[in-house]
């Protein structure tokens, strides 16, 4: 299996472009979750999903940031318009939901600069 | 919502001491508790997890305890190695599977 993947890895923009970031949850797993890491607050949980939907999106900071699942391997989250505070590194992770709690796998994140 | 402090956010060990961190939660139907552990530049991985219905686990050098009723739990690391340099993340969860992160802790084994 080749885990969470992510894309770009890597990502500089100017303020005011749109940023999309992408995410391949394992096969199988049907939660997904978006995370924003900076030194100064953390891991924050922004958005996750159970099969496709939606469930908590209260960690999303602003309207200028929206995330989607239009199926059960893939994900979005996009920022527009990207501010120089959005710079941070976002992980996506996936797990197995339902009975027990399981582990949360995550992707190698993708290190947003926004100039 | 669930809050999650971690203590302490630094540690320096010396190689073969213990190190631990502590954790407390304020969400009472918390009833998972994992524990990550993230290299520099790395992703944060599992290294251990409990349940509230267990007070103590181990698994090889580390081990983590559960204490409901002051809702606090704790990571130790025996005989800590350089390898085991990285920062550490506590995680609590409720209700459908999501989880609210400490703050962190870095922690520096010194040769």
């Known amino acids: 299996d080749a885990g969470v993947i992510q894309s770009p890895r890597h990502e500089v923009t100017e303020m005011g472009q749109e940023v999309t970031l992408r995410c391949k949850p394992i096969?199988?797993?049907?939660?997904l979750f978006w995370y924003r890491q900076t030194m100064m607050r953390g891991l924050e949980l922004l958005i996750y999903?159970?099969?496709?939907?939606?469930?908590?999106d209260s960690g999303m900071p602003e309207d200028r940031f929206s995330a989607k699942m239009p199926n059960a391997s893939f994900s979005t989250l996009k920022i527009q318009p990207s501010e120089p505070r959005d710079s941070a590194v976002y992980f996506c992770?996936?797990?197995?939901?339902?009975?027990?709690?399981?582990?949360?796998?995550f992707g190698p994140g993708t290190r947003l600069t926004v100039l | 919502g669930e809050n999650v402090e971690q203590h302490p956010s630094t540690l320096s060990v010396q190689e073969g001491d213990s190190a631990v961190i502590k954790c407390t939660y304020s969400?009472?139907?918390?009833?998972?508790f994992p524990w990550y552990k993230q290299e520099l530049g790395k992703r944060p991985q599992l290294i251990i997890d409990?349940?509230?219905?267990?007070g103590e686990k181990k698994d090889q050098r580390i081990a983590v305890t559960l204490n409901k009723t002051a809702k606090h739990f704790s990571l130790h690391i025996t005989e800590t190695q350089p390898e085991d340099s990285a920062v550490y993340f506590c995680?609590?969860?409720?209700?459908?599977?999501?989880?609210?992160f400490g703050g962190g802790t870095r922690v520096l084994v010194k040769p």
């Open positions: 992770a996936s797990s197995l939901a339902g009975g027990p709690w399981n582990e949360q796998f």
């Open positions: 096969s199988g797993h049907n939660s």
């Open positions: 999903f159970n099969n496709n939907v939606p469930i908590d």
């Open positions: 969400d009472s139907a918390s009833n998972y």
């Open positions: 409990i349940r509230s219905n267990v």
């Open positions: 995680a609590s969860g409720a209700a459908g599977n999501k989880l609210t």
